[in-house]
């Protein structure tokens, strides 16, 4: 007899199995890192700024789907404490490039390894072979999800 499909009423659903498994990833990360001081809305702008160095306030809104206001204050609070550095655009003075300073690269550094042991550990009952698989299938389901939200846009 084969399995019987799963729906939205059952708990092995691969909508809640995603969204669990993005969930507690973070929880086990959050608590990983709290000694370091950062909330994840930090960590997550550390980690846009050390991807693309220069971005203003407007496009990190947007890599953070957030709105400018809310990028605004984080930004300002981040400054305050040391982590981002806004430099002038030579084209356009308007323009603010935000920039991780010296201690927030090193920051990154440390949180990075953590989130990478938290994803080992996640993926710890898999094989090499199945985490290669559920890297490459994960990425196919990544892409078309990209497609899918660039056609709405």
Known sequence: MGQ???GPEDDGYIGYVLSDVA????T???RRVR???LTRA???????LYRRPGASQTELAEMLEIDRASAGRMIDRM???????????DADR????????AEARKVHTAIWAIAE???????????????????ALTAKVKGRLQNLAGAVA
């Open 117 to 135: 042991s938290t994803v080992d550990d996640a993926l710890s009952p898999l094989s090499a072979s199945e985490r290669a698989q559920y890297t």
């Open 35 to 37: 000694d370091i001081g």
């Open 94 to 101: 308007r323009v603010n490039r935000l920039h991780l300073t």
């Open 4 to 6: 019987q499909p799963t």
């Open 42 to 48: 930090q960590w997550l702008v550390l980690t846009r």
């Open 79 to 89: 400054e305050k404490n040391g982590w981002v550095e806004r430099r002038a655009d």
């Open 28 to 30: 086990v990360f959050d």
């Open 23 to 26: 969930r507690l990833i973070r």
